[in-house]
């Protein structure tokens, strides 16, 4: 499945962008909302974990990993580096799935998450240079379903840019609900073209899974092939790809085993069978030296599997609604760099170019990011700089995030606390009275019962996702939220049922 993204960047070195995954934007302001809901209940502290001194090599990829890699989590990375238009580096780290002994290798697979959306737009780019697509086409032009719908005027530009009006949340949504069926994205883009847009096409910018399948299934049907057999046949294979495959509704044992976060660990995820219908928005599996191979590709000006000029095209911001996305890739026209990173359960990613100097970083790791604990990006930007020379001061200590997950994991223990508290307090509760006496007792039941709401479907919102994808993504922080609008309830309920169970019956007047 491909990754959460939210558009949100975080600089290297001067001026090169890296996007954050899910909690990237939106954990800032949840913070403040939470922690007005955690109000006496949210500990915010930390635990200082002094790590082995290691000795440094001289190398500072291989030194910087050594320094992050064990905070981060994760139980295996690749890397590969091109300089000058050459790969002059391919390394790797740790084992293919945590507590096992399969080490990762030069063509240990990865899943790249949203960085196959540059796959997609490269496959799109084909059949505009072969006469078959028009970018500034509408949708309803190749797909029939979207004929007579508010998605049928979206051009394929807007799709390939994120300024078709589909939101975040709408393109998230379609983790969920996997059937495994071979026709499973043509259901998927079928249901989309249903569904209306969330803005006016072509007027915003918002990065949207469901862009990406749509033009999977356009592919499709220009091409005559599925998405699979064309990506493979008409990039991967050209590319000389021998160690990378598009997701088919298998597993494959070659690849590594994802890890999401649990709770200040990595568990190995329990389905490992690839997912078909997220294909072209995040379902190219490759090594990192594939990658890399890729990245030289988009960088050597040179007419091969698509012109140099359609290459570039893809590299410029796509409109002024978008100016720093191309088709297909995150572009940043000040500093010259093009990236694209990538999020799906228990994988994340990193690809990272300088065009205009032939160089590029492509960072695969197999554990996902947890809330403040656990997270990859600093390892996966850190990577990326020592690779290309360039100044990075880390993400710091992401101490709001960190107080977040604690406050949300502490609430349920709070309330759990509060309903001992009740029943060894019962006869107060039971003596309660008057209209004061009844709002104390009936208005937490109010409040818990909106802030279950808050959590439940607020706060995935403010992700960009429903909760059914969090608890995909951040298992933990998706048991956290439940547990914290279920004990919340409970402890309301409770205490009214231990104030009007118990009370002696008053004698009838007289």
């Known amino acids: 499945?491909?990754?959460?993204?939210?558009?949100?960047?975080?600089?290297?070195?001067?001026?090169?962008?890296?996007?954050?995954?899910?909690?990237?934007?939106?954990?800032?302001?949840?913070?403040?909302?939470?922690?007005?809901?955690?109000?006496?209940?949210?500990?915010?502290?930390?635990?200082?974990?002094?790590?082995?001194?290691?000795?440094?090599?001289?190398?500072p990829v291989e030194d910087?990993?050594?320094r992050e890699m064990p905070a981060s989590g994760v139980p295996g990375l690749s890397y590969a580096v091109v300089t000058d238009g050459e790969i002059s580096l391919v390394g790797e780290r740790g084992v293919a799935e945590a507590g096992g002994d399969r080490e990762v290798t030069p063509d240990t697979p990865f899943m790249s998450g949203s960085i196959t959306k540059s796959f997609t737009a490269l496959a799109v780019m084909q059949l505009v240079e072969a006469g078959h697509v028009d970018l500034d086409a509408d949708t309803s032009r190749y797909l029939d379903d979207f004929g007579d719908r508010p998605a049928g005027a979206i051009t394929i530009r807007q799709l390939l840019s994120h300024t078709s009006g589909f939101s975040t949340l709408q393109g998230n949504s379609s983790h969920v609900d996997e059937t495994g069926a071979e026709d499973e994205l043509e259901q998927r883009v079928d249901q989309l073209a249903a569904e209306a847009p969330a803005y006016e096409p072509g007027q915003r910018w918002e990065y949207s899974n469901?862009?990406?399948?749509?033009?999977?299934?356009?592919?499709?049907?220009?091409?005559?092939?599925?998405?699979?057999?064309?990506?493979?046949?008409?990039?991967?294979?050209?590319?000389?790809?021998?160690?990378?495959?598009?997701?088919?509704?298998?597993?494959h044992e070659s690849m590594a085993t994802g890890h999401t976060p649990w709770f200040g660990t990595k568990r190995a995820v329990a389905d490992r069978v690839t997912s078909r219908g997220m294909a072209p928005a995040g379902g190219v599996i490759a090594s990192a030296e594939d990658l890399a191979r890729y990245l030289?590709?988009?960088?050597?000006?040179?007419?091969?599997?698509?012109?140099?000029?359609?290459?570039?095209?893809?590299m410029r911001p796509a409109s002024p609604a978008s100016p720093f996305y191309g088709l297909g890739w995150f572009v940043d026209s000040a500093e010259g760099s093009v990236w694209h990173s990538g999020s799906t359960p228990?994988?994340?990613?990193?690809?990272?170019?300088?065009?205009?100097?032939?160089?590029?970083?492509?960072?695969?790791?197999?554990?996902?990011?947890?809330?403040g604990f656990g997270e990859t990006t600093q390892l996966r930007n850190g990577i990326t700089a020592a690779a290309l020379g360039l100044d990075y001061d880390g993400e710091g200590g992401r101490w709001a995030q960190k107080a977040l997950f604690i406050g949300l994991a502490l609430l349920p223990v709070g309330y759990l606390l509060s309903m001992i508290w009740a029943w060894r307090h019962r006869t107060q509760l039971r003596a309660k009275s008057g209209a004061f006496g009844l709002f104390s007792l009936w208005f937490p039941l109010l409040t818990t019962l909106v802030a279950a709401w808050v959590v439940l479907s607020l706060v995935p919102r403010l992700m960009g996702a429903p909760l059914s994808t969090v608890r995909v993504f951040q298992p933990d922080m998706g048991a956290v939220l439940i547990a914290t609008a279920v004990t919340g309830v409970a402890w309301a309920g409770f205490r009214l049922l231990v104030a009007y169970t118990g009370r002696s019956a008053r004698p009838s007047p007289a």
């Open 1 to 59: 499945m491909p990754g959460i993204a939210t558009g949100i960047r975080t600089r290297v070195s001067k001026g090169s962008e890296i996007e954050q995954p899910l909690w990237g934007r939106s954990s800032t302001r949840m913070a403040g909302l939470l922690n007005v809901l955690a109000l006496g209940l949210l500990v915010q502290g930390s635990i200082l974990i002094s790590a082995p001194a290691v000795q440094a090599s001289g190398d």
């Open 64 to 66: 910087f990993i050594d």
């Open 210 to 251: 469901a862009n990406y399948l749509i033009l999977g299934r356009l592919i499709e049907i220009v091409s005559g092939q599925d998405y699979q057999t064309y990506i493979a046949t008409s990039i991967l294979e050209p590319l000389g790809m021998e160690d990378s495959f598009v997701a088919d509704g298998q597993e």
């Open 296 to 314: 030289q590709t988009m960088m050597n000006g040179a007419d091969d599997v698509l012109s140099a000029e359609g290459k570039a095209q893809m």
């Open 346 to 371: 228990g994988f994340e990613s990193l690809a990272t170019m300088y065009p205009a100097e032939n160089s590029g970083v492509v960072v695969l790791v197999n554990g996902g990011s947890g809330v």
